[in-house]
């Protein structure tokens, strides 16, 4: 049988094509050579991210995991070690990345997305020794893709923040999703921003944006970050038609993700009746289905979703994943409410 025709993709929010007037923005760029720092237009969009995290400085990256990676290898020197939790996108959807191209050794503490406990992470904390692998940083993933897109409390960063210093440990925060942390819990950017030695944010998932992050920390930090940028082959030449884009997404697409957290609600209070989504822990764009006790295993569900003209992600064979994002209508959504549940 002929598949439906696609009513709503739920795949993932990287699925987002740019708007028209993103498109406007984007062929209107005043652009440069940005290997030779001379595109105004990357100029502009790296001092506002900079300013909106209250660092110093930041730097356009083609990907996430590539701002990730940079920042983590500019912190852990080849041999040495990483912590971050065991669901964590930098050690777990990277391809491996930090061992096989920064030499990190990386520790996790058990899956613990927006309960993290710092005590916990305080106590994996290595010194330097004789043959111990001496812990350089910590990375945190605001918001928690793995895990539904779990918001990190305020306190618990401070904490960890201060156990970071105590310890002389690199923090940084995997906030390719940050801004949806931003939008539910109400912290400001910048209080976020002041917490880490380092970020990565990223413009093409939930913004709208189609390519690029961004790697925020100190001046001298982000120049370290520009050479080895272009050692792993990341320097790019009128990269502001890319940074129209963001600037665009950063400047109109913030606020709205508050209707993407309602239509995730929305489709979690729908589904809670069958036992495979607790509403109240979905707070942002993210929702996970655990299909344990459902009559259908993820590829089934997916299936047979997909028949509905609904596309979801399985993650494993009880595990699927709806993400709501702006290329989403009230239609689409009304429609997965109503069908999603009759076929658990
Ligand atoms: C939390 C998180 N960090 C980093 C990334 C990596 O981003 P990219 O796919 O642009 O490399 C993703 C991608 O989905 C992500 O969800």
């Not at 920064?102 to 996790?108: F, H, P, V």
């Not at 390519?211 to 272009?230: M, P």
Request: hydrophobic share 50%.
């Amino acid at each position: 049988m002929a598949d439906a025709a696609v009513l709503v993709d739920f795949r993932s929010d990287t699925l987002t094509r740019p708007s028209p007037a993103m498109r406007e923005a984007m062929a209107a760029a005043e652009v440069g050579d940005d290997v030779f720092d001379e595109d105004p237009t990357l100029h502009e969009l790296q001092a506002h991210v900079a300013a909106l995290f209250g660092h110093e400085a930041a730097l356009f990256t083609p990907s996430g995991t590539m701002a990730n990676q940079i920042a983590l290898q500019l912190a852990v020197p080849r041999g040495e070690e990483l912590l971050c939790d065991a669901a964590a996108h930098v050690v777990s959807d990277e391809i491996g990345a930090a061992a096989a191209l920064g030499g990190i050794s990386t520790r996790t503490w058990p899956t613990a997305g927006a309960d993290l406990d710092p005590a916990v992470v305080l106590d994996m904390i290595r010194p330097d020794g004789f043959v111990a692998v001496p812990t350089r940083a910590i990375a945190v993933e605001q918001t928690h893709n793995r895990q539904g897109g779990a918001v990190i409390p305020l306190a618990t960063l401070r904490s960890l923040r201060e156990a970071a210093t105590e310890a002389g440990v690199h923090l940084h925060c995997d906030g390719a999703r940050i801004w949806h942390a931003h939008v539910a819990d109400g912290v400001p950017l910048d209080t976020y921003g002041r917490l880490f030695d380092s970020l990565s944010v990223c413009l093409s998932k939930g913004l709208g944006a189609p390519v690029g992050s961004l790697v925020v920390g100190s001046a001298e930090r982000i120049a370290a970050a520009r050479k080895l940028r272009k050692r792993l082959g990341g320097g790019m030449r009128q990269a502001g038609i890319l940074a129209a884009a963001g600037l665009y997404a950063l400047r109109n697409n913030i606020a709205r993700l508050a209707e993407d957290h309602a239509r995730a609600h929305r489709l979690a209070e729908a589904l809670a009746p069958a036992g495979v989504v607790d509403p109240a822990r979905i707070r942002t764009n993210i929702v996970p289905l655990d299909l344990s006790g459902a009559a259908v295993d993820g590829p089934a569900f997916a299936a047979a979703a997909r028949e509905q003209g609904i596309l979801v992600s399985v993650l494993g064979r009880r595990l699927v994943r709806l993400v709501t994002h702006l290329d989403q209508t009230d239609d689409g959504i009304d429609h997965a409410a109503k069908v999603l549940p009759t076929l658990l």
